[in-house]
């Protein structure tokens, strides 16, 4: 596998290989690559004959100097999980590389998308993964981008970016990986504290008793609560929100029930668990 820190090596490193017929991949990190992330790879090796990977932890989405800092690094680690992965290029340009004048002056407005959950809770962050995500498309020109269902509402917003902006990329959501005790692998879940690895399971917890609560008639008001209930009964957790939104991310219980709900539709979770802030969600069928 091929380490390239440039716009320019990669973009020639893509003209090459398209010469030779090859079609790209691109799969986006911010590194401390996970199971998650490899299968993201795995998935990208099956369809194009190029895989790239890029690894830039992209100041931009962090609200907080503080988040920015702990995130966790480790290049060489990462680059071996590519390479077993089988990606044959890794993009991991340093931030002047990306942002020469120290941030962009022209950045992504995510619109509502931006407005809501993810957006309430961390002001900005939406804007700044939006617009990496348009430069690494820019820079790598991948037939597809390939993300992690997890980051749910991340994965509404690049659909409705490529979309908006007519980009020619084909947006491929991939099933969340999960530990055996169903926490979805994470790159923050390297900060839990023993204690809190073992209080973090109450997400997916969460989402298995509001799905249950749904199939049980009580419809997406009622996951809603009971997937909160149990966030709440979980003494190292915080509870930020749960919702239940369709997949444009309108919510369907909240501010006025949306009424003839009948599935699938996605339950969302946030919570701060011992001090790490973590997302999950499930789809729960009609
Ligand atoms: O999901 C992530 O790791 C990041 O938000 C992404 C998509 C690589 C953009 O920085």
């Keep these: 596998m091929r380490l390239v820190e440039t716009i320019g090596e990669l973009r020639a490193e893509v003209a090459e290989q398209r010469r030779a017929g090859a079609g790209v991949g691109l799969v986006p990190t911010m590194g401390a690559l ?133 980009m020619p990329v084909d947006v491929v959501g991939c099933a969340t990986v999960r530990e055996p005790d169903g926490l979805a692998t994470s790159s923050r879940n390297a900060r839990l504290s023993v204690a809190g690895r073992a209080a973090a399971t109450v997400l997916h917890r969460a989402l298995l008793a509001g799905s249950a609560a749904w199939r049980a008639g009580r419809g997406p008001g009622g996951a809603e609560t009971v997937a909160a209930q149990e966030v709440r009964a979980e003494p190292l957790a915080t509870l930020d929100y749960t919702a239940a939104v369709d997949d444009r991310l309108t919510r369907l219980a ?33």
Aim: glycine share 8%; aromatic share 6%.
């Design 34 to 166: 996970h199971a998650g992330h490899a299968s993201l790879v795995e998935r990208a090796r099956d369809r194009h004959a190029l895989v790239l990977a890029s690894i830039f932890v992209n100041p931009l989405q962090f609200e907080r100097p503080d988040d920015l800092e702990r995130y966790p690094r480790d290049l060489e680690r990462d680059l071996a999980l590519l390479e077993r992965s089988g990606a044959q290029v890794c993009f991991a340009p340093v931030a002047k590389e990306m942002y020469p004048d120290g941030g962009p002056i022209v950045s992504v407005d995510p619109g509502t998308i931006g407005a809501t959950l993810e957006g309430v809770s961390r002001p900005g962050h939406l804007s700044g993964v939006a617009t990496v995500v348009a430069k690494l498309l820019c820079i790598a020109t991948p037939d597809a981008a390939y993300f992690g269902e997890k980051d749910f509402q991340q994965l509404v917003l690049v659909r409705r970016l490529v979309r908006d902006l007519s």
């Design 254 to 286: 909240a501010p006025a029930p949306v009424t003839g709900v009948t599935g699938p539709f996605r339950l969302l979770v946030a919570a701060t668990v011992d001090g790490v802030r973590l997302v999950d969600n499930v789809e729960v069928p009609s």
